[in-house]
């Protein structure tokens, strides 16, 4: 993309240049704001709270996320998430208005929007932490709705953000959480849980400090852990929410190069991000959310034009090319 044009003022319905634009209208899901549930078509069963939360990487560990395999443990097809006429309501108020969306088999996608948009929401009725009240989810042509709880855990794994910093385990010990889906309920962890852990632990960069109790660790280190324990759920799927946060430059940049290399590997990433720059440089596709609604999908370099983000956001903005990396580059303005 190249040029610059100055976008529009808020007012979400059309993204120009767009791939895809405004899938789902207004009520498309048949769910009346004031009675969800009414659509007759079968709600998400509820789920899982799979795994973890947030992730990330440094230098040290790149040269180890080739050889880990974010599948192992996964049984049945690992494959793409399909998404259809998802609707949620809360306190009569659809916050999720209908959503259709896929996200190919390793592919990394990444969910951007407003402060608000449904982000976090549809990450959670993925992972099956909240109960859709219309609509279908489907991964590798499964339908979640219809999974068992410790299958889907299987599947797929969230890391969001740790806000529970008192928890008195070791680093290692948080990781090994992420295998409780694949350990027999009463059964001890095998030698291969072991390894699992030690690889998540190396391909998140939070391998140096895997004895450390993990309330000791500072924002951006808990931030790696938690995408090892993610990890260690060997997911098809992994749903991260703003996985940079608390992170440094470098961190982020290592983080997202992490995500897009498990992506390559077969991982299908869906992440939430606020940086459209960072969510240009590393996703493969992306999803745009406003009041709960798709207004765009697509490649970043078709989604990502002035208007679109200065309709979504109310900002102008300029969009180049990177002069080093050749993606979309953005630059705002008020
Ligand atoms: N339990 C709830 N009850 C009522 N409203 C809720 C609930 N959870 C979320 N919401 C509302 O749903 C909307 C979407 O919230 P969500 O956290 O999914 O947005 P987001 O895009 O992740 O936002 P942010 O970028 O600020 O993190 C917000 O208006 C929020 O206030």
């Known amino acids: 993309m190249s040029g610059r044009a100055d976008g529009g003022r808020r007012g979400v ?39 973890v939360i947030s992730r990330h990487q440094n230098a040290e560990s790149r040269g180890t996320v080739a050889g880990f395999d974010p599948r192992n443990g996964s049984s049945g097809s690992a494959g793409g998430l399909r998404i259809d006429r998802l609707a949620f309501a809360r306190e009569g108020r659809l916050i999720i208005d209908g959503i259709d969306a896929t996200v190919p088999v390793g592919a990394f996608g990444a969910v951007v929007g407003p402060n608000g948009a449904g982000k976090s929401t549809l990450l959670h009725l993925v992972a099956g932490i909240e109960r859709a009240d219309a609509g279908a989810l489907s991964l590798g042509g499964d339908a ?35 295998r409780t889906p694949h350990i027999p309920v009463l059964g001890a962890p095998s030698s291969r849980d072991h390894d699992v852990v030690a690889q998540s632990l190396a391909a998140a960069g939070a391998a140096p400090f895997a004895e450390r109790r993990f309330r000791t660790l500072s924002g951006g280190e808990r931030q790696r852990v938690v995408l090892a324990r993610a ?36 991982l299908t990433v869906l992440a939430a991000l606020h940086d459209l720059n960072l969510a240009a440089a590393y996703a493969d596709h992306l999803i745009v959310l ?3 609604r798709v207004v765009a999908a697509g490649a970043p370099d078709a989604v990502l034009t002035p208007e679109l983000i200065g309709a979504v956001y ?15 580059l953005i630059a705002f303005a008020p």
């Open 144 to 178: 979640l709705g219809r999974m068992r709880r410790r299958e889907r855990a299987r599947r797929i794994a969230i890391a969001e953000q740790q806000t529970d910093g008192d928890v008195d385990l070791t680093v290692r010990e948080v990781v090994l959480l992420g």
């Open 290 to 292: 406003a009041d709960g």
């Open 231 to 266: 990890l260690a759920q060997e997911p098809a799927l992994l749903l991260l929410d703003e996985p940079t946060n608390h992170l440094d430059v470098r961190a982020q940049l290592d983080a997202l190069e992490v995500l897009a290399e498990l992506a390559r590997g077969g």
């Open 13 to 51: 319905d059309a993204a120009g240049g767009a791939a895809r634009v405004d899938a789902a209208g207004p009520g498309a899901a048949g769910v009346d704001a004031a009675g969800p549930g009414a659509a007759g078509r079968p709600a998400e069963q509820s789920g899982s709270v799979p795994g």
């Open 314 to 328: 109310g900002v102008r903005a300029a969009v180049t090319t990177h002069p080093i990396t050749g993606r979309p």
